[in-house]
């Protein structure tokens, strides 16, 4: 995202009461449950330290890791496959849903599958592809992307929830949150029980089983992995954990970090297709290991980005993301790791905005679970995007010198102040400035007008002498 059209999408966001309050409430719950949930677990700080131990050590050998999730997971029946980037991964779930005469997919919330664009390929294949976790689906009869890497369609009111819903069922049906889940719950039934195919993330893979692990509060996660025929999870490779020792120091962290419970209600473990005798679950479960930028990470400054586990909490508590919300972003990983992780992933020259999209004032490293430092991210982002010549602008070039002549002679800078004093006026309300855009070489904001006399005026005068 160029700079120009993030500050665009971040000023519509801004300007959006509606947008603001739900933003408010909703990262501000979760805030407060996330606190009062890491409160409550003894020796939290630690179990950081251990989760960031754990996270790193694994990345160190993850080719091995990967070798040994691939030989346990076949050996349980499920069919592994690699891709190397998001177009490789899309092609895989075709094959399999084109081989299984698919026609419609039920899908769980995975981010994955927004970062290879996978329900659009879907479609232009002739194949339905339904959300089915709430928020997930919501923003699908909105025609919008997720704005929030657990919650999203947290920008929604309820009122605009019951809009969509009454547009697909052709109906009324109100404004209260429990009539409107159990519509949501009927509408969706249907979709499980007629797909072909179920597709989900995957939130780990652990290698000493090689089993994934998805976790959900609405149960529809094992609706999606068990009631179709073939299960499709695609799952990044980075997200492995070597053992179930160290899985259970992922999950104890992951749901306290994102919403606050101890755990998500529904903990499911994916271990291989249904055996003979079984009475439910898929013939065919298919993994997909996406790259798509990921291992490029590993040994650079990078490579800390990847011991993320998605829990979202940066996203909480980050000014700016509180702010624009997710949509401002255009990417499908928003926030301060969104910031992070979408320039490395997509490419610097799309992203190069979001980096700069930061106060860094460090909220975003105490809450996250594996304290991956992220404002050092940003900042190493920020440092590669001037040696790339991405930043600054020729503008900003421009103003930098203009800056540093005036700051370099006392003489100049008095010319300066005068001369800017004198241009501020048209612009000046009640002590602040509003410079248009095109002037202001970081974009459209207000600063503090400049005092009438200066201090150094005042000080020749005598007008602090006793
Ligand atoms: S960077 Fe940390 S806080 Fe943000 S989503 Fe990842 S694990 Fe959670």
Redesign the pocket.
Known sequence: MKLPQFRHTARIAIEDVRLQTALENATGRFRSAREKALAELPASGELRDHLKAIRSATLARLAEHLETFERNATANGTQVHWARDAAEARQTVLDIAQQHGVELAAKSKSMTTEEIGLNRALEQAGIRAVETDLGEWIVQLAGEPPSH?IAPAIHKTKEQVSALFEREAGRPIGVDIPTLTAEARRMLREKFLAAGMGISGGNLAVAETGSIVLVTNEGNGRMVTSLPKVHVAVIGIEKIAPTWDQAAAWLALLAR?ATGQPLSIYTSIITGPARPGDPDGPREVHIILLDNGRSKLLGTPYEEAL?????????NVCPVYREAGGHAYGSPYS???GAVISPLLFGQQNYAALPQASSLCGA?LE????R?D?PRLLLELRKEAVERGIFPSRRERWAERLAANALEDAGRMRKAAALLRWGQKPFARGGRVRLPGALHPAGDRDLPALAARSFREMWEKGEFDQ
């Open positions: 890497i970090s011991q993320c586990i998605r829990c979202g909490a940066c996203l926030g301060p790791i975003c809450v996250c679970p594996v991956i992220l």
